[in-house]
């Protein structure tokens, strides 16, 4: 008897060569769907591992693709030693770009793969064709980092029928080398959306948020605190109660630099604190809307 979980889903797997991102976006009618489907490694490629899921097509993949073994041979040797391979439907590419898939036969229909260039868009149990036909059209033309297009592509397929079952969970999973936000793993974006109603686009929400918390800072964004931002960070410092409200700044102080740092660690702006007299407006665009 098979011990694995059924998981009808519908997911994407990608890798940009040119700045080293993999990853993968998943969404099905499933609990915690992007605690199995996604696996990643930085400079070695990913693996999404779907319906009759073996859970152990993620490390083994990984471990075969870090040996130097292309995508397509790294499926090849998973499906050698499954008896269950028919069940499976798997996505994976290498970090150079290939990317091969697998859909078998017993998988619930709708079920199959698209292949592209540097991706592979897998389904099953899906409305139809159509699901995986926009995810690959959406990938190609969106803008942005991986993220976005991965995610991009995951509402193309959502919006155009999904999971046949309905919504539940989604992920989006993406690695490059020293991406985390203190550069010393490679998670550069790690967001799952368990359960909820729309989870492909709650999951856009917390993307926007881990731009805005993780985001490095736009140069061209920068505003230097003085005359009308000295005056509106005065009077967002004091609404918070950072500053005291019966007190008069006409510059950029130490008391006034104080009080905006023990913001930025309270909203975790860690990322977005500068020593040099400057503001991130991505701050203060936050600031207006509290």
């Known amino acids: 008897m098979r011990s694995d979980r059924l998981i009808h889903t519908f997911s994407i ?6 700045t080293g991102e993999i990853g993968v976006a998943v969404a099905s009618k499933f609990l915690a769907v992007g605690s199995i489907v996604p696996w990643a490694k930085a400079n070695v490629g990913a693996v999404a591992t779907q319906s009759w899921a073996n859970t152990g097509f993620g490390p083994d993949g990984l471990k075969l693709l ?5 995508a397509r041979e790294t499926l090849e040797l998973l499906l050698e030693g499954d008896e269950d391979r028919d069940y499976r439907q798997v996505g ?15 998988c619930h229909d709708y079920a199959f793969h698209h292949i592209g260039e540097g991706f592979t868009c897998q389904g099953n149990l899906l409305a139809g064709p159509e699901v995986l036909d926009a995810m690959a059209i959406s990938f190609q033309y969106a803008k942005g980092d991986l993220a976005d297009r991965l995610l991009a592509a995951l509402i193309a397929g959502d919006e155009a029928g999904g999971d046949k079952r309905g919504k539940q969970g989604a992920a989006l999973y993406v690695v490059k080398e020293k991406g985390a936000y203190d550069g ?3 998670r550069y974006v790690d967001l799952r959306v ?5 989870p492909t686009y709650e999951l856009k ?11 490095e800072t736009d140069p061209s964004k920068l505003r230097p605190i003085e005359g009308e931002v000295l005056v509106e960070l005065v009077g967002h410092l004091t609404r918070f109660d950072f500053l005291k409200a019966d007190s008069e700044f006409t510059s ?5 630099k104080k009080a905006l740092q023990d913001y930025c660690a309270v909203e975790n702006f860690d990322t977005r604190w500068r020593e040099d007299g400057q503001i991130d407006e991505e701050i203060l665009a936050f600031m207006r809307t509290k």
């Open 184 to 186: 010393h793993i490679d």
């Open 13 to 18: 797997v990608a890798c940009d060569p040119q």
């Open 252 to 256: 950029y102080d130490e008391t006034v």
């Open 194 to 198: 368990d359960d909820h109603s729309s």
């Open 66 to 70: 870090a040996e130097g073994k292309t």
């Open 205 to 215: 929400r917390l993307l926007n948020l881990h731009r805005l918390y993780m985001g």
């Open 92 to 106: 994976i590419v290498d970090r150079h770009g290939n990317a091969a898939a697998f859909t078998g036969k017993k």
